[in-house]
């Protein structure tokens, strides 16, 4: 079965820097597009960057350009979220996505805390 499974995350101060992967399982993570999205406390979820089944392609939500870079290893069926410049407000679980099969599939996140 589809798994998606985050880590990285942590509390880091205003300013910092994290890494956050994403590790696929069960498809041909190859073949795929995939997404990282967010939650902060009382809001909805959001999308923040999109990549390519290559890597060649990737799309970013105007809050994160600049600062945030999405990439992946194919060889190592691995996703990753490299957020630089962090700001109080990047505060929320971040989860990753890919849609199989025409079914979504989600990881179970893991939080990420900007604090001074």
């Known amino acids: 079965q589809v798994q998606l499974v985050e880590s990285g995350g942590g509390l880091v101060q205003p300013g910092g820097s994290l890494r956050l992967s994403c590790a696929g399982s069960g498809f041909f993570f190859s073949l795929y597009g995939m997404r990282w999205y967010r939650q902060a406390p009382g809001k909805e979820r959001e999308l923040v960057a999109a990549?390519?089944?290559?890597?060649?392609?990737?799309n970013y939500a105007d809050s994160v350009k600049g600062r945030f870079t999405i990439f992946r290893d194919n060889t190592k069926n691995t996703m990753y979220l490299q957020m630089n410049s962090l700001k109080p407000e990047d505060t929320a679980v971040y989860y990753c996505?890919?849609?199989?099969?025409?079914?979504?599939?989600w990881g179970k996140g893991t939080l990420v805390t900007v604090s001074s």
């Open positions: 996505n890919t849609v199989h099969a025409a079914m979504d599939y």
């Open positions: 990549i390519s089944s290559t890597g060649g392609s990737t």
